[in-house]
């Protein structure tokens, strides 16, 4: 049989990627990740390797901190339902992407998806697209917002906040990291409910996004603070109802002191211990026994299949103008490194997001 | 008018009394408490004072972990509803009595009754009884139980670890300072609804008394393991999915790192701690994020309202040998001190209790 391209639409091309150099301890570099370019068949195989593979056209990636944990040989302990990145072999996360060829049901050409077994590259094949959901997509909405509020970060901010915080009108809020994808968004459905929300960020600029773009009541930068503790006092002197941790280490220890009784610890991240090769110790536990606090560590993973509910809550608050979405968009998957390490420096400024093609 | 004390019922009689002589900081000490004798009026005054109070005639005193936080000049940050105790004054905490004279409607003269305001002392002059219970008492069930399985460490046992816990059938469940007032329930109650239970306590004799006595599956002594960690992997390969948590410290630092995935931290105390000028740091708290689990502090204050439940539930099982309950009775007010003391190096075998009056 004569092979012909064309007419098996097997078109080779080329696709540049991310890849993993090393496995990563302490602080991950953008010498641990290199680029490449390989080729790819623009269609699904026919094998049985192919069996409900999606190929897709990736369009924007999403710098995601839990990413740090599967750039390691061993996986912190107890990180569940994942596996470290092979070396040689682009790193994986969420995206947006326009669906090439599909063998599954449920996807077919031209589909817009998002989802979280997205390569970094030009092109993926995605052997497994069981956490790839189909994009409705109206012109009013950035694609890039299915990487943040529409996507991960969104189910994550708005299930950890209600699920696991329980808040109540006139609860009195902390957020740490709070201009960050997720962050910025608990603020928000705080005040929307009628809740005092505080966020602190690491720099000027981002505590002015926080008090006047995202409508915190108040918000100061960590790193001018020498006393977290007496920062803590000084915006909540009556205590904290519900902490939304992003951050952990010496933050969570302060916050534990100034929890109120029956007060939530919504675990969401702990972007300050990932990089450590021993975890910061934590002192004030003792005030969860004291003061009956309730702590737990949010399983995105959990919610997705309330992921319609959620759409209907937060597309009319975007197309309203109740809630707003900053995104730190870097061009191009050259720039992909060093968005995705600058994460761990809070180089970005809202959700960074890389963009890999214009459509 | 004459003072008639036949006729006015002012009989005066003396009160023995343990004080507290000084504020404790480190580990209590039998010389920080001191015995004296008073003199008490066997009627409750007929003064404003005396609206709604109730005196009583101590017959068992409970020795329990949380009175040390009240024996602190400052009551350690957080410790709600409480107040340090009055240098000078005897000190207070449940136990079972009589009542000699009431001016509160619930209680009359002849009243069986167990609560929190009970002084160490003969007799107790309980001004706002608002934790006080009356007891409906039958020959084949101990008074001295109203301390215990029947009282605050019955009630926390039982909702701590069904409300906390959320146990279900096949649970592996571990349990420390298991032989304890409350221990020894929870690791019962475990165990009448199918779960697998492994308990630590600090001596042979108290492993050999939960694996015999009390039915866990397996017991071992925290004194004879050097490696924590490696003790909980040996007897749960598999993880744990509930830990009910006395001690705090090295113990729970081991146990995050053998929780399952959505595993339950029922705190119930953290003994180890409350006798340390700087609490102990936790070093692998990140696994309440990677591991999805929930910790939450018990607050017993809020379940009296729930006590009649908890009787239909327990007094059945008492009566038909289902749960069974080992007590450490010391004769008289003298030796109170030296129980409570004991407490805290693990005298005790079972609940700790001070049997003041034979009636």
Redesign the interface.
Known sequence: MASDHSVRGEEVISNKQVILKDYVSGFPRESNLYLTTSNIKLKVPEEESGKDAVLVKNLYLSCDPFMRGRMQRDL?????EQSSYSLGSPIVGYGVARVVDSRHSDFKKGDLVWGRTIGWEEYSLITTPEYLFKINHTDDIPLSYYTGILGMPGITAYFCFFDIGSPKEGDRVYVSSASGAVGQLVGQFAKLIGCYVVGSAGSKEKVELLKTKFGFDDAFNYKEEHDLDAALKRYFPEGIDIYFENV?GKM?DAVL?N?R??GRIA????IS?YNLE??E???????????????????VAEYYDQYSKFLDFVLPCIKEGKIVYVEDITEGLESGPAALIGLFSGRNVGKQVVKVAQE
């Open positions: 912190p302990p107890g990180e569940p952990g969570l002191l929890m009784h029956h675990l969401c991240g702990m211990q021993q975890p110790s934590v002192q004030n536990l003792i005030a969860v026994l004291y003061k009956h606090i309730r702590m737990e560590g949010f399983s």
